[in-house]
């Protein structure tokens, strides 16, 4: 079946970095869109990047652009986020997701397999 186990969650301090990563399994990784939501404490899961099953695309929530880079490594069926100039509201659990379709990238309902999070917290 389909694993996907994210890591490199942990505490910072604002402006620093993290880098999480997101390896897969049971899958043909380069056959999904792979995706990174959060959720905060009493809020809505929300999108944060996806990038394209080839690599060649990525795609950001306004938030996060130019402070987050998402990428992917088909050696190694692995996807990372790259998180620099942290802030206190990226606090949230932060989930990996795989989507075979690749039609609304951005919606998490329309993604096929999670992880189970990974805890991101930023202290001012």
Do not use: H
């Amino acid at each position: 079946q389909v694993q996907l186990v994210e890591s490199g969650g942990g505490l910072v301090q604002a402006g620093g970095s993290l880098r999480l990563s997101c390896a897969a399994s049971g899958l043909t990784f380069n056959r999904y869109v792979m995706g990174w939501f959060r959720q905060a404490p009493g809020k809505e899961r929300e999108f944060v990047a996806a990038i394209s099953k080839s690599g060649y695309s990525t795609y950001y929530t306004d938030s996060v652009t130019g402070r987050f880079t998402i990428s992917r490594d088909s050696a190694k069926n692995t996807v990372y986020l790259q998180m620099n100039s942290l802030k206190p509201e990226d606090t949230a659990v932060y989930y990996c997701a795989a989507d075979r379709s690749g039609n609304r990238i951005r919606v998490g309902d329309e993604y096929d397999a999670w992880g189970q999070g990974t805890q991101v917290t930023v202290s001012s």
